[in-house]
């Protein structure tokens, strides 16, 4: 759709600067004035009789809203882009993510701003603002319009000249394709770690590192690319459709590879289904989960066809994210986690799937008997309990000796990571909606990240700690006692003050609710009686 077929009022080319026309003469150096000046030259803004917008009318609103915003917004953008080019250039993540979030928490703080300005100069109620927000951002073809729109907005107001030649952008196209590919393998690693809303940051954390790739390697950002390609109409390129073939190839070839890598022999799977059987028939409960005893009994037989399956692979693994570490690549370490934690975990998956498919236990069955055990402290201090005495059992390598004094520092340290793992998992927990395999995963992430930095600072294994606190009787003396009740204390005060936020911040958000509600309500009924009034003039006539 063009801006034409969006917009029903007369003077529509004085605003169709807004999405690509002629640039505006004498636009206001000052972005709330030159939106005031937009809002005029568009006219009166019609609402429907609830109180939102009518469409046409909200896009505008939208665009002339989105353009002084990102004007106001400039200099600021400018000063965090040279800061987030310093931190992509130092490969220091932790930095590059602290910009890349000030940055839209600014952008948004900017929206925000102008948007409230907006609506106080055409007299429109924020609430039925953002009635009208929700009504079409819910309509699927709506959403894709003015995201489309949006896009139009921001290259009208961004676009420079085009001074490259065609083969300069084709080479920059593939070096953006070969990133997207990238990006797309490390969205992959996270699928058991990660919630819909933190992969939809990282994936916009990866595009933003990729505008800065190609502004570092050919002196321009993705959104001059995405300009210059249209350009050249370079999306029916026959060059960069081979390109494009040859990496999903590619890539298709690598993920088949990893899932071999994970599939267990047919001798191994043999195995596993055989000692499965040995427990009987699958024993269920009235509530459609598996009862626990043989919940956790199958789960002991599939841990030890992990272990046996992965033990050689994780060590190798292990060597390689230490050697990030000391490298001082907090980049690569963070991707070998996920490769490690991804590929235990896809192993799990298919030993999991190939026991209870031989079983015969549906996988809801499964699922559901998960999730209700998983989520009970008693129960799943037992599972946990049995899988860790499993895992113990099965070690080869001799732990190493260690004296009292690397004990009891070690204790400390390994506390201290244990209380910031518990903060983090809360906030984790807390924000999101996850299922438990993936509070799980996450868990094996963290620990995985704690243990190699542990290693890299003591040279000490975490699991060689416990074997020599229980030789050298650590658990009876006083200081051993102290460190432990000393990072208890600090859980619990962590948790008791977490009460009475989570608390505030539920009851916050009923009263918000029920705020917008009785507002919908209320326009409801106001719709409905100027309707009824409407009916009642026309039988007067």
Excluded at 35 to 42: G, L, Q, V
Excluded at 174 to 201: G, I, N, V
Excluded at 203 to 213: F, V, W
Excluded at 218 to 234: C, V
Aim: negative net charge.
């Amino acid at each position: 759709q063009n801006f034409a077929s969006l917009t029903t009022y007369t003077p529509s080319k004085m605003l169709s600067y807004l999405f690509g026309g002629a640039k505006p003469e004498n636009e206001n150096e000052n972005p709330e004035l030159a939106m005031r000046e937009a809002m005029d030259k568009h006219g009166d803004f019609q609402t429907n009789l609830d109180g939102t917008l009518k469409y046409d009318d909200y896009v505008i609103l939208r665009a002339i809203v989105t353009r002084q915003a990102m004007r106001a917004f400039l200099p600021k953008k400018e000063s965090l882009n040279v800061r987030k080019l310093e931190a992509f250039r130092e490969k220091n993540q932790q930095k590059y993510v602290a910009t890349f979030r000030e940055g839209q928490q600014e952008f948004q703080n900017s929206i925000i701003g102008m948007t409230k300005k907006a609506c106080e100069w055409i007299e429109l109620d924020a609430q039925n603002y953002q009635l009208t927000v929700k009504q079409y951002m819910e309509d699927p073809e709506k959403r894709r319009e003015l995201q489309e729109k949006d896009s139009e907005v921001r290259m009208a107001l961004e676009a420079k000249e085009v001074t490259q030649t065609q083969d300069d952008i084709i080479k920059a196209s593939k070096f953006k394709f070969k990133r997207d590919m990238e990006m797309f393998r490390k969205l992959q690693t996270l699928k058991f770690t990660s919630s819909p809303q933190a992969t939809s940051e990282i994936q916009a954390i990866e595009m933003s590192k990729t505008s800065d790739a190609l502004e570092e390697e050919f002196g321009f950002n993705l959104q001059h690319l995405a300009h210059a390609s249209k350009h050249f109409n370079l999306e029916d390129n026959e060059e960069l459709k081979s390109f494009r073939r040859l990496v999903i190839a590619q890539k298709e070839s690598e993920e088949k590879a990893e899932f071999d890598r994970a599939q267990p022999p047919a001798e191994v799977i043999e195995l596993l289904v055989a000692e499965g059987k040995v427990l009987g028939e699958p024993q269920y409960k009235q509530d459609g989960t598996m009862t626990f005893d043989y919940f956790l009994e199958t789960n002991k037989i599939i841990t030890k066809y992990v272990i046996k399956q992965t033990a050689e692979g994780l060590a190798e693994h292990a060597v390689k994210r230490r050697a990030a570490i000391k490298a001082n690549n907090e980049e690569e370490f963070q991707k070998l986690v996920l490769n490690t934690a991804n590929w235990e975990q896809l192993t799990q998956t298919l030993i999991q799937a190939n026991l209870y498919q031989a079983l015969k236990v549906p996988k809801q069955v499964f699922e559901k008997s998960q999730q209700v055990y998983l989520m009970e402290p008693q129960k799943r201090t037992v599972f946990e309990e049995e899988l860790q005495s499993l895992r113990e059992s099965m070690r080869t390598r001799q732990p190493q000796e260690l004296t009292r004094e690397q004990c009891l520092d070690a204790v400390k340290r390994l506390e201290a990571a244990k209380f910031e793992a518990q903060k983090k998992m809360y906030e984790f927990v807390r924000s999101q909606r996850v299922a438990p395999q993936m509070i799980n995963a996450v868990i094996k992430v963290e620990k995985l990240k704690a243990d190699d930095h542990f290693f890299n600072e003591t040279g000490i294994e975490e699991e060689d700690v416990e074997p020599s606190i229980k030789r050298l009787s650590l658990e009876e003396e006083e200081e051993f006692k102290a460190i432990i009740e000393e990072f208890k204390q600090k859980s619990e005060a962590f948790l008791e003050s977490k009460k009475d936020e989570t608390a505030a911040y539920m009851k916050k958000a009923q009263a918000a609710a029920m705020m917008m509600e009785a507002k919908r309500k209320a326009a409801a009924e106001q719709a409905a009686s100027q309707a009824a009034a409407g009916e009642e003039e026309k039988k007067a006539e």
